[in-house]
């Protein structure tokens, strides 16, 4: 049984840097979920995909985070010019599709960012 | 997505039953029940949802109020290895138009002692 993936687990960079995340969603999943969890917080919603497109984005994704999902399989998510407050765990959930009016998500292990 | 309120903090023997409480009084007919717990430092887990009928899986039963105002959530037998931060979220329907995100809050975190 394969679930979400997530690389890399760990991520330690220098203010001002850029770094990429990647997601693998279970296979045949078309919705992808990105989201990010501070400490002592629940995870807050970033960003959302169904196949390629984005169809959602939270107000806490400014213009230096951009999240990809090319062929509908696998995301990236990049934060571009890292601060100290991007230090977080990034989460990746997918659920799949459905023809019911819910469905489950299903999270990866996540990638955490320390931002130096 | 209507708000909810748990307890910060819960504790429970080994073996008992772990009730864990969840008031969600502002939740739209639309809107289902989902309860997801957080192994400390692992991406959230699945437990169980609902809309308006109480629920049991493997995991743990869900009883919704007929009023649907609030939930519990039931771990029948706890273990050790059911210590963890326990989130109750509400949330819409695909047909609403959203991408009916997750909205968590803080959670509960239910100490599993022995």
């Not at chain 1, 196949?51 to 400014?62: G, M, T, V, Y």
């Not at chain 2, 109750?88 to 002692?113: D, E, H, M, P, Y």
Request: aromatic share 8%; charged share 20%.
């Amino acid at each position: 049984d394969t679930g979400v993936s997530q690389d890399p687990r760990h991520k330690i960079t220098k203010r001002g840097q850029n770094v990429t995340f990647r997601c693998d969603p279970i296979s045949e999943h078309n919705r992808l979920y990105w989201y990010r969890q501070t400490l002592g917080q629940g995870p807050e919603f970033l960003t959302y995909f169904q196949n390629e497109a984005q169809l959602e984005k939270s107000r806490l994704l400014s213009d230096r985070f951009s999240a990809e999902r090319p062929k509908g399989s696998f995301s990236t998510l990049e934060i571009q010019r890292t601060e100290q407050g991007d230090s977080a765990m990034y989460l990746c959930a997918s659920s799949p599709r459905t023809s019911g009016v819910t469905d489950t998500q299903y999270f990866g292990p996540g990638t955490r960012l320390t931002v130096l | 997505d209507a708000k909810t309120t748990q307890p910060p903090s819960m504790d429970c023997a080994e073996g008992r039953a772990a009730n864990l409480p969840c008031n969600h009084s502002t939740i739209s007919g639309n809107e289902y029940v989902y309860w997801y717990r957080q192994i400390h430092s692992q991406g959230p887990q699945y437990i169980i949802h609902g809309l308006k009928n109480n629920e049991t899986n493997e995991m743990a039963s869900l009883i919704i109020t007929e009023d649907r105002k609030s939930s519990t959530l039931i771990l029948p037998h706890a273990t050790l290895r059911d210590t963890a931060v326990y989130y109750c979220i509400v949330r819409a329907t695909l047909n609403t138009g959203t991408a009916s995100k997750l909205t968590f809050g803080t959670g509960t975190r239910l100490q599993v002692t022995l």
